[in-house]
């Protein structure tokens, strides 16, 4: 599975952004997609998540209230959508897809920076 994501860049806090990963090859053996997140200096995190046959959906600590994930079944494609951005949000934003084989892509990654 190849993963491509989309959609960062520079905003002002307060502001919103809207991410987009699209999967291509063995999509049909995704299990699960998820966008984590990268700090500079600080460990990689998992932001929100969705099982791809139920469309169940899970947050992180840092999206609730805040971040919406979202998918196009027909595009493989999973958005973020990011409101109320601050600060303290800036980082890669990378996907990940988890396929029944137990094999882990990763997106190249997508930075999105908030200014104060």
């Known amino acids: 599975v190849q993963l491509v994501e989309s959609g960062g860049g520079l905003v002002q806090a307060g502001g919103s952004l809207r991410l987009s990963c699209a999967a291509s090859?063995?999509?049909?053996?995704?299990?699960?997609m998820a966008w984590y997140r990268q700090a500079p200096g600080k460990q990689r995190e998992f932001v929100a998540g969705?099982?791809?046959?139920?469309?169940?959906?899970r947050y992180g600590y840092s999206a609730k209230d805040r971040f919406t994930l979202s998918r196009d079944v027909a595009e493989t494609t999973i958005f973020l959508q990011m409101n109320s951005l601050q600060p303290e949000d800036t980082a890669t934003y990378y996907c990940?897809?988890?396929?029944?084989?137990?094999?882990?892509?990763w997106g190249q990654g997508t930075l999105v920076t908030v200014s104060a």
């Open positions: 990940k897809a988890e396929t029944k084989y137990y094999e882990d892509s």
């Open positions: 090859g063995s999509t049909f053996s995704i299990n699960t």
């Open positions: 969705i099982r791809w046959t139920t469309g169940n959906i």
